[in-house]
């Protein structure tokens, strides 16, 4: 199923209505490989990071929905790529994409490098994507993986690609 493009708008006005519409977020597809993602007109929000930096468990709180996205306590749970539909009225109006985590999983290493392979080609190629969201544990600091996907990115960073970064698990963290 395709969704509905929303009709032409500049790209600010249409991420900012999209974001007001974050907890109409629906589930869209799963995609193991890029030729499985739909071609989309809307901007997309990709959530990247390592295995278990809390990428589902930010989309589920910024959506307001507590099982939109798989969260799970084994590294490696989410596989393919996913995307979630924002908009009203069956109108999509952006979409927001968890992607594999790299690093540690619970999962053969050959897994882990197709998936690291597909999500490169993601940030790299995907048209429509229009910022990148880097979710970071601060008890682990910037990773090696962290710098290499730093390194993958920074040419579209460099051509207008929004960046954030997002140091999660603060929970987590020594209070001394």
Excluded at 3 to 32: E, V
Excluded at 104 to 125: E, F, G, S
Excluded at 145 to 164: A, N, Q, T
Aim: hydrophobic share 40%; glycine share 6%; charged share 20%.
């Amino acid at each position: 199923m395709t969704p509905t493009p929303a009709p032409p708008a500049d790209a600010k006005s249409a991420s900012t209505i999209a974001l007001g519409w974050l907890h109409t977020a629906k589930f869209l597809t799963t995609a193991p490989q890029l030729q499985y993602l739909p071609p989309l007109d809307v901007p997309e929000f990709a959530f990247v990071g390592r295995s278990n930096a809390g990428k589902s468990t930010c989309i589920n709180t910024l959506t307001q929905q507590k099982r939109l996205a798989f969260a799970s306590k084994t590294p490696g749970r989410t596989q393919s790529i996913n995307l979630f539909t924002l908009g009203k009225q069956g109108v999509t109006d952006a979409v927001l994409a968890d992607l594999p985590g790299y690093g540690y999983a619970a999962v053969p290493k050959q897994d882990k490098l197709r998936w690291q392979q597909v999500m490169a080609n993601y940030l790299i190629t995907r048209p429509n994507l229009k910022a990148i969201v880097l979710m970071s544990d601060p008890r682990h600091g910037m990773t090696e993986l962290d710098e290499i996907l730093l390194e993958v990115i920074r040419p579209r960073v460099e051509d207008g690609l929004k960046f954030l970064l997002v140091l999660t698990k603060a929970d987590k963290l020594n209070r001394a």
